[in-house]
């Protein structure tokens, strides 16, 4: 069974920085991408961003895009989302999720297998 672990969220203030890290287990796929959503209270989860494993492609939200970089790190079976210049309108729940057999930049919530339990991400004005 795939298991996602988030670690990483906190408290910041406009324009500081956070590193959030999700660790994947229990499957044996080559082939796969590490996507993150955020989801704030009352609304829709949102793509924000997605690493693919094999090729290192990523693709984001115009929303994050230029301040937020996925990658990864193939020793620890990590992925990292770095956010850097961060707004109060990035205050969310952040969710790592993995997308089984596929090696491009999934968007939609749908074509996720397994999900993580979240990390609050909270960027204060």
């Known amino acids: 069974q795939v298991q996602l672990a988030e670690s990483g969220g906190g408290l910041v203030q406009a324009g500081g920085s956070l590193r959030l890290s999700c660790a994947a287990s229990?499957?044996?796929?080559?082939?796969?991408?590490m996507g993150w959503f955020r989801q704030a209270p009352g609304k829709n989860r949102e793509f924000v961003g997605v690493?693919?494993?094999?090729?290192?492609?990523?693709a984001y939200a115009d929303s994050v895009k230029g301040r937020f970089t996925a990658s990864r790190d193939r020793v620890k079976n990590t992925v990292y989302l770095q956010m850097n210049n961060l707004k109060p309108e990035d205050t969310a729940v952040y969710y790592c999720a993995i997308s089984l057999g596929v090696d491009g930049t999934p968007r939609y919530p749908g074509e996720y297998n397994s999900w993580g339990r979240g990390t609050q991400v909270t960027v204060s004005s």
């Open positions: 690493i693919s494993w094999a090729g290192g492609n990523t």
């Open positions: 229990g499957h044996g796929w080559s082939e796969y991408a």
